[in-house]
Structures are given as C-alpha cells and as structure tokens.
C-alpha cells in the first residue's frame, strides 16, 4: 500500500516536539497550571482522609482541607485564563505552600511529643505523624507559583 502514513504516531510526535520546545522556551503556565490543579485535589484528598483517622484532633488539622479548594479553583482558571494565572494562583498556590510548612513544624512538633521524643526517633517517625507529608503540600504549592511565573504556551 503505497502513500499511506501512519498519521497517530505522527501527531504524537509533532505534540511531544511541541511540548518539549515550549517547556525548553519557558512556556509552560497552562500545563503547569492544571497539573498543580489536579496534584491539589490529590494532594488535599490525601490529607483529608489522614486527618479523618487522625479524628481532627487539633483543629488546625483543618486548614489544609479549607486551603485546598481554592487552589483546584485558581489552577483549573489558571488553565483557561491567563489573568487567572497571575493574580488567583500565586496567591493560592503561596498559602498552600505556607500551609504545608506549618504542616511540618506541626508534625515535627507531634514526634516531639509521643513519649521518648526525637531521643526515640527509631520508633516515633514511623509511629507519630508522617513528618515529610506537609512537604508536598509546599512543593505542590511551589509548582502553583512556578507556574504563574511561566509564560503561556504557544
């Protein structure tokens, strides 16, 4: 068969030679934009449901849920706005990182406290809240600020 072309694997790669040369370009805020939106809803889903078998305990274990939907908001309009992507989601993105920083004095402090401390750390790290986990809040948060500092694709 003569003159045909296998066209799908074509456009895959004629999109992946888009991609890469806008990432290489610095244009990558939509992307990046909805990539922190949807790491968000993971991220927040994650948290929510530690906390829940964690019984809320400390009622500022309820501000990572409370800061979550503003960020999906402000990622998904991020994607199809570009003003969206320089006001709503650093500002969003800023107090989601913060968050997940407080997040770690929080847990680091809740080692602190199991009986034996940091001095048992051995058994408390694997035993007490996971010290590590607010972090990706901060880095999902960081890759919001990233992306609103990025130029729109092409």
Do not use: C, Q
Not at 38 to 50: I, K, R, S
Not at 140 to 151: C, F, K, P
Request: charged share 15%.
């Amino acid at each position: 068969m003569r003159g045909t072309t296998t066209s799908p694997p074509a456009d895959a790669e004629h999109l992946l030679d888009r991609l890469l040369v806008n990432v290489e370009h610095g244009r990558f805020e939509r992307s990046l934009s909805g990539l922190t939106a949807v790491a968000a809803v993971v991220t927040g889903a994650e948290v929510y449901l530690e906390h829940y078998k964690a019984s809320f305990g400390n009622k500022v274990m309820w501000s990572p849920v409370l800061v979550t939907p503003p960020l999906v908001i402000a990622g998904v309009g991020g994607v199809f706005s570009k003003r969206w992507a320089k006001t709503a989601l650093p500002v969003a993105s800023a107090v989601f990182a913060l968050n997940g920083l407080a997040g770690e004095y929080f847990h680091a402090r809740g080692v602190a406290r199991k009986p034996g401390g940091w001095s048992l750390a051995s058994y408390n790290l694997p035993m007490g809240p996971p010290i590590s986990a607010p972090g990706l809040m901060a880095m999902v948060g960081g890759m919001g600020l990233l992306a609103s500092i990025l130029r729109r694709e092409k």
